[in-house]
């Protein structure tokens, strides 16, 4: 060590030497040793002579890419996805087994079109042959055309189950109404009190004839004893002669009056004819009423058993079984079966937002919606714009948002989000998308001004 601080002692007093008086001979090879010559001699990495230079642009390009990267104020609450018109879940309303399959998934189906149905002690087929019935004649009536009775006869149905018992009272509504159409026994009853009543017009029609005539000789009868009445005050005829001819006037007087009870009591009959047929009419029509009530009756118990265990599309759109189904599978009541999804739907996001940072939420903002039930990693999240903000708040102290879904539930990824009711989401309002030079600069003088 002591030799080595000597060489460097010697080194250093060579190193002033001021370049005039030249070295003694072997004098710099005795001085500096092998070691400090390649100490001397060695090149440095080139990172460290310009390490400062790549220091300093890489700070240069760090704040380049501040001026060009964006960092957003994101305002955080809860929210869930609204439909308008959103997929309608279909249930088993009764537990038994599924006994008839009539479509596929993602088959398109029409409003009422029939899925399938449950098991019931009831016949479908028979159940459906009455109700295609049960419609038509409804149609028919409300024009009061209950001719189609007779051209359209009530099938007979044995397997009705629940149904048969309305089913028989209905046939004998319907055996009392079929005596109100043209072969039954009220028509025929009021055809003949029709004819009695053209009878008794016809014996009016005499008895008037009479008694017209009869006034006539009734006439002649005044006219005649007036004369004869005249000769008697003259003495030319006896009193007695007199009181014949006025015996023959009071007769005619007496047909007279025999003949006007006679016309009267022929309208007395026709009005009691007329009654009996405004009687029957009513009856006719109450017949009628009753009948269609009856068909209402039993067109609502139809429906309810349709309801129970026949299982219907709502409304038009793409059918989607929750599960797999098979016919004859058991099934519980309130089991979800099957998913009818519009054609069209329209839905849109409400978040609840806290007062942190309320007033910077406006109209237009851009929202991104990550559902809870769909990983944002791997699903992505929903695009959105702020639309409408309350102005008032609920008993929580937070404000209702709604938020517009432009492309529905189609996330970032190109992936659609099938809807289903009470989807919850977690909400990020952009509220300002500053860069981040922006930001640094802000801090800076926050700082400063400090």
């Known amino acids: 060590m002591k030799t080595i601080d000597k060489e460097t002692e010697t080194l250093d007093k060579s190193l002033l030497w001021d370049g005039k008086t030249p070295p003694a001979e072997g004098h710099g090879e005795a001085l500096v040793s092998s070691e400090i010559q390649e100490i001397i001699s060695y090149r440095p990495h080139w990172i ?243 009948f269609h009530s009856a068909l ?9 058993w349709v309801q129970q265990y026949v299982l219907a599309a709502p409304e038009a759109g793409k059918v989607l079984f929750v599960s797999s189904l098979q016919e004859n599978e058991m099934i519980s009541a309130g089991q979800s079966l099957f998913y009818v999804q519009p054609q069209q739907s329209q839905f849109y996001a409400e978040l609840m937002a806290g007062q942190k940072g309320l007033g910077k939420i406006k109209p237009g903002q851009k929202v991104m919606i990550k559902l809870e039930s769909f990983p944002s990693e791997e699903v992505g999240y929903i695009n959105g714009e702020v639309n409408y903000i309350s102005d008032l708040p609920n008993r929580r102290d937070s404000f209702l948002i709604k938020v517009n879904l432009p492309k529905g539930l189609q996330t970032n990824y190109g992936k659609q989000i099938f809807f289903r009711n009470d989807l919850s989401a977690r909400a990020e309002i952009i509220t300002d998308n500053r860069k981040l030079f922006d930001r640094l600069l802000g801090q800076l003088k926050q700082v400063w001004e400090r």
């Open 48 to 290: 460290i002579r310009k390490g400062n230079i790549l220091f300093l642009l890489i700070i240069l390009f760090l704040l380049a890419l501040t001026w060009f990267i964006k960092y957003p104020d994101i305002i955080n609450g809860s929210a869930r996805l609204v439909a308008l018109n959103p997929p309608k879940l279909i249930t088993s309303k009764v537990e038994g087994k599924l006994l008839k399959l009539f479509v596929t998934n993602e088959q398109q189906v029409q409003q009422g079109t029939h899925l399938g149905y449950m098991e019931s002690t009831a016949v479908y087929k028979e159940v459906m042959k009455l109700q295609l019935w049960v419609d038509s004649i409804i149609c028919s009536i409300e024009h009061d055309n209950y001719e189609i009775l007779t051209r359209y006869p009530l099938p007979e149905l044995t397997n009705l189950g629940e149904l048969q018992t309305n089913y028989q009272s209905f046939q004998n509504e319907l055996a009392e109404t079929m005596q109100t159409l043209t072969s039954g026994y009220y028509v025929k009853k009021k055809i003949s009190l029709e004819k009695d009543l053209n009878y008794l017009g016809n014996l009016k029609n005499n008895a008037l004839q009479q008694q017209q005539l009869l006034k006539n000789d009734k006439q002649l009868q005044d006219t005649e004893y007036k004369a004869y009445q005249s000769l008697a005050k003259d003495k030319v005829i006896a009193p007695l002669e007199l009181n014949q001819y006025k015996s023959k006037l009071i007769a005619k007087e007496q047909s007279l009056k025999q003949l006007d009870v006679q016309i009267t009591n022929n309208d007395i009959s026709s009005h009691g004819k007329q009654k009996e047929i405004l009687e029957l009419e009513k009856q006719v029509t109450g017949e009628q009423q009753k």
């Open 296 to 304: 209402l009756v039993l067109k609502s118990d139809i429906e309810k």
